[in-house]
């Protein structure tokens, strides 16, 4: 079984994929861990593409260097993973969506974001201020081929930010079951039911029933 690098520069990402994949039995790097400092442009329209975008530029990178942060080791004994996710709120015709990290700009802080969010929803019912996490993950293997997968969780965007976990929006993001934000939930819950852990769950069978 190849091990995993995994191409992501958010740590808040790459925290949980750890604990989503920790009984997957592959070894998992972080780009950083692997030393890899390569910019991908992400220019394409859909979660899927981009992840492909992250996942294929990682790839190439290590086919053309030695990989720093694990020496004598070739990109043949790896598979490249890479997660887009975003927010899709529905009365905002589905912003941030794809833009969700570049929302405001790379430099504003999330509780800007999210304060400016919810401004946007001033007067919005509850019934109407729908919204989900989307995940899509790509793996790409050695000889260029790529596998995809989606997850998603379902929610609403509150009136005020709450809790203290996860990352990005997860503090205006909550679920209609119980009212709580996923910034409340931890880790294992949120993993067990989010976007990212059904999207990593369901590429982690794929990789199985392929024998990869
Ligand atoms: P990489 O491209 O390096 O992986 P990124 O943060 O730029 O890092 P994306 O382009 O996929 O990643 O943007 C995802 C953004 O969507 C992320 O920065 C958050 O703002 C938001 N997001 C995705 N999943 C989330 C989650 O589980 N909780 C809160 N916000 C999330």
Not at 182 to 208: C, D, P
Request: glycine fraction near 10%.
């Amino acid at each position: 079984m190849r091990d995993i690098i995994f191409a992501t520069q958010n740590t808040g990402k790459m925290k949980e994929v750890r604990e989503i994949l920790k009984d997957s039995g592959r070894r998992i790097y972080s780009q950083k861990e692997a030393g890899i400092c390569v910019e991908v442009e992400e220019n394409g329209n859909t979660f899927a593409e981009n992840a492909l975008l992250k996942a294929e530029g990682v790839m190439n990178w290590c086919r053309e260097h030695e990989i720093p942060g694990l020496p004598g080791r070739a990109a043949e004994e790896f598979l490249v993973l890479a997660d887009d996710s975003g927010l899709e709120i529905d009365f905002l015709n589905k912003e941030p969506g794809v833009y969700s990290a570049r929302y405001l700009g790379h430099e504003t802080s999330y509780r800007e974001k999210n304060a400016d969010l919810i401004a946007r929803l001033e007067g919005v019912p509850k019934e109407r201020r729908t919204a989900r996490f989307v995940c899509a993950i790509a793996a790409v293997f050695p000889d260029g081929r790529y596998e995809t997968a989606f997850g998603t969780i379902e929610g609403y965007i509150g009136w005020k930010e709450s809790g203290e976990n996860g990352f990005g929006y997860d503090p205006i993001f909550y679920l209609y079951e119980n009212d709580r934000s996923t910034a409340e939930l931890s880790s294992e819950e949120k993993n067990a039911i989010s976007h990212r852990g059904r999207a990593l769950r369901k590429m982690r069978k794929l990789l199985q029933e392929k024998g990869e």
